[in-house]
């Protein structure tokens, strides 16, 4: 008996290329396939009860844990307690897939179009809490995943359907928040290349129902046409002054783009291609989401008042605490997003297995890399293939071994629990060659800037962060010409390193160097020398765009602007800072 396994992508020509799997022909061996798959269904239904009844459980403060061959115990569970928490006893989601409400039809110059409302709902982050209360892309928390072929335009209504009143605390000393509506949103398609009007720029927020309006706003239907490379982008929230809260609340989700290349290299797909999206947050001991009120060191006036930067006390993988991930003993493609305000993480996996590394942000490599730990700055991606089948039975955690504010858990993100059979031939490989390199030349640069990341107070005595000590509503400084090729230096002045983000543009990282005041000449530019870097490292070599500036260092990357014009932001992508004034505009202009 033939059984078809059915990949993710539902496009009729994909149904071509599905594996065929042989179920064993011997009684004995089929009737052992059947039980399997018998066994998990009844599994995830026992899970399905337990979590129904976690409510009333959670109204007591005590659950009860009954393992097959144990005795029940009570297990305190105090949400604001990481400590009390049980790991890796939730299986890890995977967001739904955004369907449109139409079907693309070329011949009909007809757009696939898609409603994605925003709204409050509720979320089980572990088994032990109750309901919280998140705000999602339809209502779900991550949001569903958008999968798009590229050069096939689509079309988006978001549409705001959240309460008029915030469910964390908004800060009205800010840019966009003293006289403002205290919910509005506005989205940004993260790493795309679009036109300025369908950006997400700051000022382009709507409330809900679109009662109220950013002076940026200018349409209510986002396009993207999707003429990029095969990459891993992401939507979230963008409104000035709030961005923090909203990505914190829940208004996070994926994004992929898929293009030819990628099909013809045979990297494992379908349920062997998985999103893990991490983020870090703190509770209230009823379950809710926990956000200081406060900056660090407290102030008296205003609160609230946005703290400097916020870094949670439990790790969220999908939308669960340190969940655990059943994987076969085969090869699996993973493609992670640090989506955290503010933490970064370092990642290795605690058998010493190596990473595959294929991809960054925007594309491939030119060739696989093997790596034993890396780096996600917030907001950054990395797509990575992972080969268990040397490690059947074995459970191996995905490790952070950064050296972050400590919290304990913190040290753990997921455990991949690895099975002794295949469900089918595992067919993928590990090509050698990915994508063909066509590096920009920094020779045909037309101009290089100097990025200053400084730190100052503000009138409520607060820390605050700038970009060459202008604030967000400074005239505008940066101003590329269409088709062309700049380089721009982010000169650290700091002892933290911060993610840079320049929206619209792909960048590539030409390298870092320790500066000295030798390195600046007499009007504060830095003195280029590409021979004096130190290369990038081995998994930042792709196309990218956000990159991690490092304290006391330049660090030099080349972008070519085209295509679009208008008014794009670019900003450091730790949210506390983007909210309070490290952030600038663009203003592409035509030659």
Not at 185 to 204: E, I, K, M, Q, R
Not at 302 to 307: D, G, K, L
Not at 368 to 396: C, H, M, N, T, W
Request: proline share 8%; glycine share 6%.
């Amino acid at each position: 008996m033939a059984v078809y396994i059915i990949h993710r992508s539902k496009e009729p020509e994909e149904y071509e290329e599905m594996e065929k799997y042989e179920e064993p022909e011997e009684h004995e061996e089929a009737e052992e396939y059947r039980k399997v798959e018998e066994n998990k269904e009844i599994e995830k239904n026992k899970e399905i009860e337990e979590n129904n009844k976690s409510d009333e459980y959670a109204a007591q403060g005590e659950y009860t844990e009954l393992g097959r061959h144990e005795k029940p115990e009570k297990i305190k569970v105090d949400p604001t307690d990481p400590t009390t928490i049980p790991k890796f006893v939730d299986p890890m989601p995977i967001p739904d897939v955004a369907e449109p409400v139409n079907q693309y039809d070329s011949s009909k110059k007809q757009e696939l179009f898609y409603n994605i409302t925003m709204r409050q709902g509720k979320h089980r982050f572990h088994r032990y809490f109750p309901l919280t209360n998140i705000w999602g892309y339809n209502g779900t928390y991550p949001g569903p995943t958008f999968e798009v072929e590229k050069d096939v335009p689509i079309k988006v209504k978001w549409e705001n359907k959240l309460p008029t009143k915030h469910i964390l605390p908004v800060d009205h000393t800010l840019h966009g928040t003293m006289d403002t509506p205290d919910v509005r949103t506005v989205v940004h398609l993260h790493g795309a290349n679009v036109a300025s009007d369908s950006d997400g720029h700051p000022d382009a927020w709507f409330s809900r129902d679109n009662k109220y309006v950013g002076h940026k706003y200018t349409r209510e239907v986002y396009e993207y046409t999707n003429h990029q490379a095969g990459g891993i982008l992401w939507y979230h929230d963008h409104a000035v002054g709030i961005t923090r809260l909203n990505v914190y609340a829940g208004l996070v989700g994926f994004y992929f783009i898929r293009d030819f290349l990628e099909r013809r290299l045979n990297l494992p797909k379908g349920p062997y291609e998985i999103p893990i999206m991490i983020q870090d947050k703190s509770f209230n001991k009823d379950g809710s989401l926990f956000y200081p009120d406060n900056a660090t060191p407290p102030v008296d006036n205003p609160i609230p008042s946005i703290p400097p930067v916020f870094f949670g006390n439990t790790v969220v993988v999908n939308g669960k605490l340190w969940p655990y991930l059943e994987v076969e003993p085969r090869k699996y493609r993973f493609r992670m997003l640090n989506g955290s305000n503010a933490r970064a993480y370092e990642l290795k996996l605690s058998n010493g297995a190596k990473f595959h590394q294929i991809g960054t942000e925007l594309g491939l490599l030119h060739h696989p890399v093997d790596i034993d730990s890396f780096i996600l700055e917030p907001a950054e991606r990395i797509d990575l293939i992972v080969d268990f089948s040397q490690y059947k039975g074995q459970e191996i955690i995905l490790e952070n071994i950064a050296q972050g504010p400590p919290s304990p858990g913190m040290e753990n993100i997921m455990k991949f629990k690895v099975g002794k059979r295949l469900s089918c031939p595992d067919t993928s490989t590990i090509p050698t060659e990915l994508m063909p390199v066509h590096k920009m030349d920094p020779k045909l640069a037309v101009k290089e800037r100097t990025m200053q990341l400084v730190e100052t107070t503000d009138h409520y005595g607060r820390a605050q962060h700038l970009l060459n000590g202008k604030m967000w509503d400074a005239p505008v400084t940066e101003t590329p010409k269409l088709d062309t090729i700049e380089i721009w230096h982010f000169v650290n002045n700091f002892a933290f390193p911060h993610p840079m983000h320049v929206h619209l543009v792909h960048f590539e990282i030409l390298g870092r160097k320790v500066f000295t005041p030798n390195d600046f000449d007499e009007h504060g530019n830095y003195k280029f020398d590409l021979n004096s870097l130190t290369p990038p490292l081995s998994y930042e070599t792709g196309p990218k765009d956000v990159v991690r500036a490092e304290p006391g260092q330049v660090t030099s990357v080349i972008m070519h602007f085209k295509e679009h014009v208008g008014d794009y932001v670019w900003h450091c992508h730790i949210l506390e800072h983007e909210d309070n004034d490290m952030m600038r505009p663009i203003l592409i202009e035509n030659k």
